[in-house]
């Protein structure tokens, strides 16, 4: 089975072999990205965030995400990974996952990999 070039960087990150079973979510590996971005990533940045506000209809803003929450208090396996955001003076906690990086960029790559959009 042969794996993309985001898959590589996220096998890479995680410390596995490439010919192991299929990743999986799970609160070590979660960790681990934790750690991964809060390094990795240049805050704070601009993304948008969509917000689902009816059937077949969501409302996007522009948001600015300030930091990668901790993850003892806002990352699980279910949810993953939160991010702390600005969207003009209301500050947010939102799912990392949630938000689309506008710039091409390091961030973006970072976070198209984080939920695999890379």
Do not use: W
């Not at 993850?71 to 991010?83: A, D, E, H, M, V």
Request: charged residues 30%.
């Amino acid at each position: 089975m042969s794996i993309d070039d985001a898959e590589k960087r996220i096998v890479n990150i995680l410390g596995v072999r490439e010919d192991k079973t299929p990743l999986r979510v799970s609160n070590g590996t979660l960790k681990i990205y934790h750690n991964y971005l809060s390094k990795e990533l240049l805050l704070p940045f601009e993304t948008e965030y969509s917000l689902e506000t009816g059937p077949l209809r969501s409302t996007y803003y522009d948001v600015k995400v300030m930091e990668i929450s901790d993850i003892n208090k806002c990352g699980t396996s279910f949810y993953g990974l939160s991010c702390k955001v600005m969207q003009a003076k209301r500050k947010m906690v939102i799912p990392l996952a949630e938000i689309e990086v506008k710039h091409k960029g390091k961030n973006k790559q970072l976070i198209d990999d984080y939920y695999g959009q890379g």
